[in-house]
């Protein structure tokens, strides 16, 4: 089993910046991949971006792409998801999640190829 915990949510104004955490917890061995989605109210839960664990190579939603930017440190089983730029349209809960299959290396972006999810950390832009 595998414990997330996510945190640095908060409120901030448009063209702010938030970075977010998620540590894990519990199985460390053989992870695939990280990833970040996010919900807004009224929408479905929709993939913001991921990193595989081995070389960290990264992948983006477009609409995230040279705003964000997903990292992880190993050694702290943690992923980090620094957000710049914010805008009042990416108010949302972020949800963090863990995949451990190969599987992931190409359906990063879809939520039923990760195993395991955060309990989620709210993020507020105001206008």
């Known amino acids: 089993q595998v414990q997330l915990v996510e945190s640095g949510g908060g409120l901030v104004q448009a063209g702010g910046s938030l970075r977010l955490s998620c540590a894990a917890s519990?199985?460390?061995?053989?992870?695939?991949?990280m990833g970040w989605f996010r919900q807004a109210p009224g929408k479905e839960r929709e993939f913001v971006a991921a990193?595989?664990?081995?070389?960290?190579?990264?992948h983006y939603a477009d609409s995230m792409k040279g705003r964000f930017t997903i990292s992880r440190e190993n050694a702290k089983n943690t992923v980090y998801l620094q957000m710049n730029s914010l805008k009042p349209e990416d108010t949302a809960v972020y949800y963090c999640?863990?995949?451990?299959?190969?599987?992931?290396?190409?359906?990063?972006?879809?939520?039923?190829?990760?195993?395991?999810w955060g309990q989620g950390t709210q993020v507020t832009v105001s206008s």
């Open positions: 999640a863990d995949c451990w299959r190969p599987y992931c290396g190409t359906y990063y972006y879809s939520r039923a190829a990760y195993d395991y």
């Open positions: 990193i595989k664990w081995s070389d960290s190579i990264t």
């Open positions: 519990g199985r460390t061995f053989s992870r695939y991949a």
